[in-house]
């Protein structure tokens, strides 16, 4: 029996790289766009994002520095292209860089957004020049060219449901919730649709100022936001208000949630447990440098050496900020 292509593979076993054809796997493609876009961010090239949908297609557009359609590719037309049409294998990104962030915790890269949609058609502005690539169902229909257009700068994508794998549709407020979280995470980012225009410059302290708000929290106004790193990770951790029932506890590893918790979190409680606090809310987040960590990190995060670099890390910062009620 002739072997599967990679194409092949994806659009025949989609779950296995996306999770399920239903809705949430469906959103995950527009999840790696938003993680590409991140690792901009992170690296300093990006500061903002758009996204909209009416249901059958979606559009998403970033401002960073443009995908490489100028740079050669032994393996296809650019190095863009590649990206575009090849599944990575032994690496978590395409050109190893870190820190990598992947929202929706698989983490599969831009060619499960060309594999599994109708029709995908990317824009892209680079040193001045805009590109233009357009494909069907994961194969490109010409060679990615230079059009006429304003070169503002960034990167667009214009994507069709593919109804051979997707039953549903997107949904703006799902796509609305994504924007809103990943702003909350990275401190800075601006995220935009129809519904929402969005930054969160104290990231996860504005998460915690908005949830004891919510739940009228005694001491609401008692806000403690460590943002900082260590040479192995980003570290942001928060805390905010009092309470005498259960402390509310958020974890986030790499953008996406650690539902099952893990050591950062374990670190951040032991710090909590040290300076005799008992806040409503108590959120952490950590991305890692390390390349051995910089892959999804699913539901848990367990890298028992990380626990004492993160406690290290925020323990004076939190001790100082009760000392100081």
């Given amino acids: 029996m002739d072997e599967l292509s990679d194409l092949e593979h994806i659009r025949k076993r989609p779950g296995m790289y996306i999770g399920d054809t239903r809705e949430r796997g469906l959103h995950h493609i527009f999840d790696e766009l938003l993680d590409n876009s991140l690792?901009?961010?992170?690296?300093?090239?990006?500061t903002s994002v758009a996204a909209s949908t009416d249901g059958a297609s979606l559009q998403f557009s970033d401002d960073g520095p443009g995908l490489p359609f100028d740079?050669?590719?032994?393996?296809?037309?650019s190095l863009a292209t590649y990206y575009l049409t090849e599944i990575r294998r032994n690496s978590p990104t395409a050109d190893g860089h870190t820190p990598h962030v992947h929202l929706?915790?698989?983490?599969?890269?831009?060619?499960?957004?060309?594999?599994?949609?109708?029709?995908?058609?990317?824009?892209?502005?680079?040193?001045g020049n805009v590109w233009r690539q357009s494909f069907?169902?994961?194969i490109p229909d010409s060679p990615a060219a230079i059009v006429p257009q304003d070169n503002s700068p960034g990167t667009t994508f214009s994507l069709t449901v593919d109804?051979?794998?997707?039953?549903?549709?997107?949904?703006?407020?799902?796509?609305?919730?994504r924007l809103r979280d990943a702003a909350y995470l990275f401190p800075g980012f601006r995220v935009e649709s129809p519904n929402l225009r969005f930054v969160a410059p104290n990231g996860l302290a504005d998460m915690a100022t908005a949830y004891v708000a919510e739940i009228s929290a005694a001491d609401a106004d008692r806000v403690w936001w460590f943002d900082g790193s260590t040479d192995e990770m980003l570290i942001q951790a928060s805390l905010a208000g009092i309470t005498d029932s259960e402390t509310e506890w958020r974890?986030?590893?790499?953008?996406?949630?650690?539902?099952?918790?893990?050591?950062?979190?374990?670190?951040?409680?032991?710090v909590v447990a040290a300076c005799k606090i008992k806040p409503a809310i108590a959120s952490i987040h950590v991305v890692?440098?390390?390349?051995?960590?910089?892959g999804p990190t699913r539901t848990n995060l367990d890298v028992p050496e990380i626990l004492s670099p993160i406690y290290q890390a925020i323990k004076p910062s939190?001790?100082?900020?009760?000392?100081?009620?």
């Fill in 288 to 294: 890692m440098n390390n390349p051995r960590f910089a």
């Fill in 251 to 270: 974890a986030f590893a790499n953008g996406s949630s650690s539902i099952e918790k893990g050591t950062h979190l374990t670190a951040l409680k032991r």
């Fill in 104 to 127: 929706g915790g698989w983490g599969c890269g831009l060619r499960i957004v060309t594999a599994l949609t109708e029709r995908c058609s990317v824009t892209s502005c680079r040193d």
């Fill in 318 to 325: 939190l001790a100082e900020f009760v000392s100081g009620v």
């Fill in 71 to 77: 740079l050669p590719c032994d393996d296809a037309d």
């Fill in 39 to 46: 690792d901009q961010f992170l690296a300093g090239r990006a």
């Fill in 136 to 138: 069907t169902k994961g």
């Fill in 163 to 177: 109804r051979e794998i997707f039953p549903g549709d997107w949904s703006q407020l799902r796509l609305d919730r």
